[in-house]
Structures are given as C-alpha cells and as structure tokens.
C-alpha cells in the first residue's frame, strides 16, 4: 500500500484576479503502519492537500498516485478509493443526520456496497474501538455530547475499514477531558489496528507525545518532513511560520539557556522530567 | 454544485443609480412594473424602452449582466407565448388545423406578452444588482414605515429579510462541507434515477437543516445578549437622507407615469 503525491499544486479561481495557490509542488510519499503529524498555521494549505489525498479536490496540477495508479486516470474507481483512504473532516458531528447512531455509522459500509450484516458488524466494530457504549447504539445522534457525537462520526469513517485514516483537527472545540479521550481513541484505533494514521493539527503538543513522524506545511509548502524530535528542534524556524514546539521544548531550551547540561529535546512530560532529574542524579547540581 | 447559487447579485460600480436612495430605487421599480401593464398597445414601448435605456446607461452595469437574468425565464417565455398563441379569441384567422386556431390577435398577444415579460425582467433586475441587499432592505423598512400604526411588523420583516440574505452564503458553505463529508463516506450525488438521488439528497438535507437551527439559536441568544428588543427606539449608523438627485429621480418617476398614463387615456 502507498499514496503517493507528485508536484502537486492547488489554484483556487484560476485565470482571476483572485487566484491563490493553496497548495503548490508538494511531494509526499505515505506508506504503511504510519502515524503521521501534519501541522500548518490556519491557511497554510493543509486541508486543501488532505482533501486531494481522497480525491475530493483534482489537483490543478500534479498527480495522486495510489499504489502507482492516478486516482483520477481513466476507468479508477473514485469510490471504492475513498473506502480505502478514510477522511474525517472537522467538526464531523455536523454530517450525522441517522436515526440512531448504529445506523449511521452502517451508512459509509453501505455505500461500499457491503449487506446490512456485514455493515452492522463493522459498524459496531468500530464504535467499540471508538469507545461509544452499546447501550447508546440505539439512541439518536442529536441527543449525544459533543465529544461522543465526534467519536460516532469517526467511527462512521472508521467502519469504511480503510488503509489510512485521515483526521482533520480531531481536537478543535474540546475540553481538555473530551480532547484527551479523542487522542487516546485514535492511539487505541491505531495500535489496535495498524492502520496509518495523519492527524491534522495546529497544537504541537497534540502531536507530539503520539506521533512517529511529522509533516510540517507553511504556505502550501511542505517544509519539514521527518522524524517529531528532529523536527521540534527547529523552534525558531517554527515560530516565524506562525506554530510552536511543544510547551515542554521551551523549558527545556530555557534550561539549557540558563546553562544546564541538556543533551537533545523531549517529546513528552515524562521524558523531560526524566531527563532533568536525571542532572540531579549526576551531580551536576 | 453550490457555487452558482446567487440572489440579490450586486453588480458593484460607481453610478448616479448605485447613489440613489433605495427608497426611491423601490418606488421607481413599482411604477416601472405598473407602467408595463398600464400600456395596451405598442406605442406605449417607446416610453417605456426611453425610461429602461436611460436607467440602463446611468447605471453603468454592463448589458450582458442585465440579460444574464433573463436566460432562467425562457421557458416560461416560450410557454406563456404558446398559450396565448392558440387560445386568444379573434376572427383574423391564419391558419386552421385540427382543434386549433391562429389568428393575428393571438399572435399581437403573444409578442406582447413576450416583450412585457421580458421588460419586466430587465427592469427588474436593475434593482438589485444597483442595490446592496442591507441598502434594499433598510429602503424597506423606512419605505413602508407608514404601515407600522396598522400593526404591520415593518422592522422585524425588513430584520428577517436581511438575516435570510445575510445566511445564504454560510449556508452554501456549510452544504458544500456536509457534501464532501458524505462524499468521503461514499455518499453518491450523481447517478441512479430521480428517486435514488431524492434518497441520497437526505445525508445532506437532515445535517443542513440542523445547522440551521442551530446558528439560528445562537443568532438569537447573540441578539439578545446585546438588548436587541425590536424596532422601538432602535437607531441606524447609516440613516438614509434624501438628497437633491433622489428628488429629481422622483420627478422623473412621476413624469414618465404621467406619460404612460396620458398615453392610455388617448388610446395610444
């Protein structure tokens, strides 16, 4: 399995004096068992590029490949693809519309062409990995909280089964606790299933402590791609494309400012506390 | 899909009809409409075709754009036309063939009907794509204030009407979004026969809907966070104020209704 992207770029109203490349010459190779951060200020192109990675927008140039074929060449089927490649949009609890959250989360399967058994199995599949109790399998979707409307849409993406589940902003208009348990569900769905996973966000520490490589995106340009410590060392650099390092980078360069002798960046709480305590243990203090 | 949904176009430009106070703009549109269907013959096309051309050129809004609203009524053209073709009563018979009779009355009506609608439209349609639609309604609003003492809800109609207006494109928006969330899902908008694609309209419907209420209920609660309680005692940052060119418009208004009417009278 590979999703691949060539020079892709995005025009919005081409030929007007409106137009506006969202984004423009971004090469990307996505392949399996990735958990994939992808990070851009509000505006750098980043939902633009996710929504060409299903085949929702067509490129103004470039092409997506998947495992080698254009999605948008001759005779590919649009539909069936985007069963293999899931997106959830933000604020996916806007697009439940069912009588009850089972049926809901059954219309993606459906739409695979799979019959109201298989649908239902996988449906209630994915509510489980998405933490949605059985006993609310019947209740209406409108009557939910916000944060388990959000997990019933993500299931509903999720029961499509694909190879790469993309979420854009999981997090946006949370509370901390709701927050939490989105990013502890997509971990669980990602460690239970192998699938790839891009998490799309702005929030730095949102990424940071789950994924194994980061994409960062800055006027519709791909400007780092690697590994989140490498990356998350690139604070300056970060800063004037409008995002952060992680809160716990900054204390630790303060630290290191201040003249301790800090070797490399933490990516969690717990690494850097290990890591400062780890001073003390030395004697260095 | 949604791109194309526009109402109330504007077409922006810097004209002495983009000035005129839409009070004025909305009288004028009135007596415009009465005149087509005061005048019974063709002459009355002369006065009529003087006072569009005028406003048309003062208005600075291309041509094109004026016919750009008249494509959408064509069949309705070509129907009343028909109608009036065979069924307008006449003793000029032309031709006669199985139940159905041409004469010349039905063919005067049926140009006639053609040329009023079309009229109709052009005129029309300079209204508001002169007029912003907060400008229309606020035009509105002090227009028919005279209707208040008859219990008439002038300001919360004139309110309701700017809010739609103001709501179209957040709508518009929130489909498309709805429309590419089902799509990811393999929701299918195009194909199958009507009934199939009534059904698959449903995924979209219901989700729209909702957010409609929705941003309805926190408009409401945002209204009412700012002591909005009505019309009473409410003032304008724009008030509108007439000024000399919008009386000079009103003496044209009434002289080429003048005209029309006289015109009638004399059997022109």
């Known amino acids: 399995m590979e999703l691949r992207t060539e020079k892709l770029t995005y025009e919005y109203d081409p030929g007007t004096s409106y137009a506006k490349k969202a984004i423009e010459d971004v090469d990307l190779v996505i392949r399996e068992n990735e958990f994939i951060g992808l990070i851009g200020h509000t505006g750098s192109g980043k939902s633009t590029l996710i929504q060409h990675l299903n085949g929702l927008l067509k490129a103004t140039s470039g092409r997506v490949l998947w495992n080698g ?71 209406s979707p409108f009557e939910l909280s ?70 960062v995106i800055n006027k519709g340009h791909i400007e780092f791609d690697g590994e989140p410590r490498e990356i998350f060392s690139h604070i300056e650099e970060l800063e004037e494309m409008g995002l952060s390092a992680p809160a716990i980078s900054y204390i630790l360069r303060d630290l290191k400012e201040a003249g301790f002798p800090i070797e490399g960046n933490a990516l969690t709480v717990e690494e850097a506390r290990d890591m400062i305590l780890g001073i003390f243990r030395r004697g260095h203090v | 899909m949604f791109k194309d949904i526009t109402l109330g176009q504007f077409y922006p430009a810097d004209s002495v009809i983009h000035r005129l106070d839409p009070r004025v703009k909305l009288l004028g549109t009135v007596v415009y409409i009465a005149s087509l269907f005061i005048g019974k013959t063709f002459f009355t096309f002369i006065p009529i075709s003087v006072f569009l051309v005028m406003v048309i050129i003062l208005s600075k809004v291309p041509v094109s754009f004026i016919l750009r609203g008249i494509k959408p009524i064509i069949p309705l053209l070509i129907i009343s036309a028909a109608f009036n073709l065979i069924l307008t009563p006449g003793d000029s018979v032309i031709v006669r063939f199985w139940i159905i009779t041409i004469n010349w009355e039905g063919v005067f009506m049926a140009i006639f009907i053609i040329l009023r609608l079309l009229y109709l439209v052009a005129g029309t349609s300079l209204l508001t794509l002169t007029t912003t639609p907060t400008r229309l309604t606020d035009g509105m609003e002090k227009g028919l204030r005279f209707l208040t003492p008859l219990k008439v809800p002038v300001h919360e109609i004139a309110m309701m009407m700017s809010i739609a207006l103001r709501f179209i494109p ?84 009434f002289g080429y209704l003048a005209v029309v009417i006289v015109m009638r009278v004399f059997g022109l």
């Open chain 1, 69 to 139: 074929k254009d999605i948008f060449g001759d005779g590919f089927d649009r539909k069936e693809f985007r069963g293999h490649v899931g997106l959830v949009f933000q604020y996916p609890e806007y697009q439940l519309f069912e009588t009850d959250v089972l049926k809901d989360v059954c219309f993606g399967p459906k739409n695979l062409g799979l019959s109201e058994a298989e649908a239902t199995a996988r449906a209630k599949e994915a509510l489980s990995l998405a933490g949605i109790d059985e006993k609310l399998y019947k209740a």
């Open chain 2, 170 to 253: 957040i709508l518009t928006e929130e489909a498309d979004k709805i429309k590419k969330a089902q799509l990811a899902r393999g929701a299918d908008f195009e194909s199958g026969n009507l009934m199939k694609r009534v059904r698959a309209m449903i995924p979209l419907l219901v989700p729209l809907f909702v957010s409609a209420f929705r941003r309805a209920g926190d408009l409401a609660m945002a209204m009412e966070a700012r002591c909005y309680n009505g019309a009473e005692g409410r003032t304008k940052m724009k008030p509108l104020f007439y000024a000399g060119r919008d009386f000079i418009a009103y003496g044209v208004i």
């Open chain 1, 146 to 215: 916000g944060g388990q409307k959000r997990r019933v849409a993500i299931a509903g993406v999720l029961a499509m089964k694909p190879d790469i589940l993309i979420l854009d902003e999981p997090t946006a208009g949370l509370d901390p606790k709701g927050r939490d348990e989105i990013l502890d569900s997509i971990s669980l769905i990602r460690s239970e299933t192998k699938k790839t996973v891009i998490l799309v966000s702005h929030s730095m520490d949102d990424v940071a402590q789950y994924v194994n490589r980061v994409i």
